[in-house]
T-cell receptor, first 114, second 111 residues
Framework: DTEVTQTPKHLVMGMTNKKSLKCEQH?????MYWYKQKAKKPPELMFV???????INESVPSRFSPECPNSSLLNLHLHALQPEDSALYLC?????????????FGPGTRLTVL | KQEVTQIPAALSVPEGENLVLNCSFT??????LQWFRQDPGKGLTSLLL?????REQTSGRLNASLDKSSGRSTLYIAASQPGDSATYLC??????????FGTGTSLTVIP
């Protein structure tokens, strides 16, 4: 099973709302990633978790708050977002860090901020 | 910081043609390079992973090569089909857990 699942598929929220994105994998991977992708642009790395610890934060605004409750789950908590945060949010996982870490992506959550 | 460029940005070919997509990167000290395809509004599907010690990888009609010293990788697609129409992205990793994506090539295969 090489599947990464993400929920919800679509999310519309106002600037004062609090919502969460969820990502799950059951491949035994110990690295998990959040990316943001705007239309016709490549994915941009936001956060990396390694062995359930935050290892990389690419200077992401604090209105995005990641959480890794266990090795299979990754959440992204959203609060006080701006319309420019509307994008496709992608989750990925990989077995290990290093030369063998093939990344597997989920289908993404399409976020619209009104 | 690693800069990754893909040429061409868009490509349109008739069905059955063989084609080559290019990926260039500025820092040759990479751990690995991965090729993906992305259908509109969807997630990324992994096609091939080439480790820094490898020269090429093959999967079905796909063949990816890596020339670290020159900072280049190519993705060769044989006998293209309309189902191959998608955006193709390459991503390089310098540290093992930080990936830099290229700008992508949008491929259209005309029946």
């Amino acid at each position: 099973d090489t599947e990464v699942t993400q929920t919800p598929k679509h999310l519309v929220m106002g600037m004062t709302n609090k919502k969460s994105l969820k990502c799950e994998q059951h491949m035994g991977h110990r690295a998990m990633y959040w990316y943001k992708q705007k239309a016709k642009k490549p994915p941009e790395l936001m956060f990396v978790y390694s062995y359930e610890k935050l290892s990389i934060n690419e200077s992401v605004p604090s209105r995005f708050s990641p959480e890794c409750p266990n090795s299979s789950l990754l959440n992204l908590h959203l609060h006080a977002l701006q319309p420019e945060d509307s994008a496709l949010y992608l989750c990925a996982s990989s077995q290990t860090q290093g030369r063998h870490n093939e990344q597997f992506f989920g289908p993404g959550t399409r976020l619209t901020v009104l | 910081k690693q800069e990754v460029t893909q040429i061409p940005a868009a490509l349109s070919v008739p069905e059955g043609e063989n084609l080559v997509l290019n990926c260039s990167f500025t820092d040759s000290a990479i751990y690995n390079l991965q090729w993906f395809r992305q259908d509109p509004g969807k997630g990324l599907t992994s096609l091939l992973l080439i480790q820094s010690s490898q020269r090429e990888q093959t999967s079905g009609r796909l063949n990816a090569s890596l020339d670290k010293s020159s900072g280049r990788s190519t993705l060769y697609i044989a006998a293209s089909q309309p189902g191959d129409s998608a955006t193709y992205l390459c991503a390089v990793s310098n540290t093992g857990n930080q990936f830099y994506f290229g700008t992508g090539t949008s491929l259209t295969v005309i029946p």
